[in-house]
């Protein structure tokens, strides 16, 4: 599935069952919630900190999937084309980054 039609999947999901979308600020919270959700299972799987006993270990392709369901809603929301907004953000860093790591000495390690 390419990102466009990502955006029109969660469109046509929001129109059939979601009755409408939240308030732009509302997702905003939303998304805040996933990444953190995100971000403790990335703490505990990769990092320091461990489950609790009770703890329900969550898949970590749904939870970024959660993010992404978000972001695609925001996009949307907001009339933003995330194929476009993407490529525009690659030639972005291309031209800004084209050599910064290659000569960054901690990457080169």
Do not use: P
């Not at 390419?2 to 905003?28: C, H, M, P």
């Amino acid at each position: 599935m390419t990102i466009e039609e990502a955006q029109i999947k969660v469109d046509e999901w929001i129109k059939t069952y979601g009755v409408r979308y939240f308030s732009e600020l509302t997702n905003t919270a939303v998304l805040m919630e996933e990444v953190g959700e995100l971000a403790r299972l990335m703490a505990r799987q990769y990092g320091d900190q461990s489950f609790k006993q009770a703890e329900s270990k969550s898949s970590l392709g749904d939870e970024m999937a959660d993010v992404l369901w978000v972001l695609l809603c925001l996009a949307n929301q907001t009339g933003v084309n995330l194929t476009e907004a993407l490529d525009k953000n690659f030639e972005k860093k291309t031209q800004r980054d084209a050599t910064r790591h290659l000569d960054n000495d901690k990457l080169n390690r």
